[in-house]
Nanobody, 130 residues
């Protein structure tokens, strides 16, 4: 079992920055792929960013690439999402996720897919106003 609790969300102006944190409890954090997803009302949860177990391989959605940075600290069992140049379109509930299995790295399409993630946090609201 892995428990995830996101924090760091809030209400900001366009152009501002936020840093989301997601500490994990439970087993095998350092061997799991981690990801961030987001969801707005009436829409499916969408991929934002993912990172392999070592923090060496990262992928981003096109909409956040160049503005968001995913990172992890395995000693602290925490994954982060640094968000800069925030836009109103980034407004959503952001979810941290841990892969169900303990493969360190998968093909990019798999790491982008909700299907591999078996553990989810409760979400943190990010609101960006213009």
């Amino acid at each position: 079992q892995v428990q995830l609790v996101e924090s760091g969300g809030g209400s900001v102006q366009a152009g501002d920055s936020l840093r989301l944190s997601c500490p994990a409890t439970g087993r095998q954090f350092s061997t799991r792929i981690m990801g961030w997803f987001r969801q707005t009302p009436g829409k499916e949860r969408e991929f934002v960013a993912t990172i392999d177990c070592r923090g060496s391989v990262v992928y981003y959605s096109d909409s956040v690439k160049g503005r968001f940075t995913i990172s992890r600290d395995n000693a602290k069992k925490t994954v982060y999402l640094q968000m800069t140049s925030l836009e109103p379109e980034d407004t959503a509930v952001y979810y941290c996720a841990a892969a169900a299995g303990d493969q360190c790295l998968l093909a990019q399409p798999a790491m982008r897919s909700r299907a591999i993630y078996g553990y989810w946090g409760q979400g943190t609201q990010v609101t960006v106003s213009s």
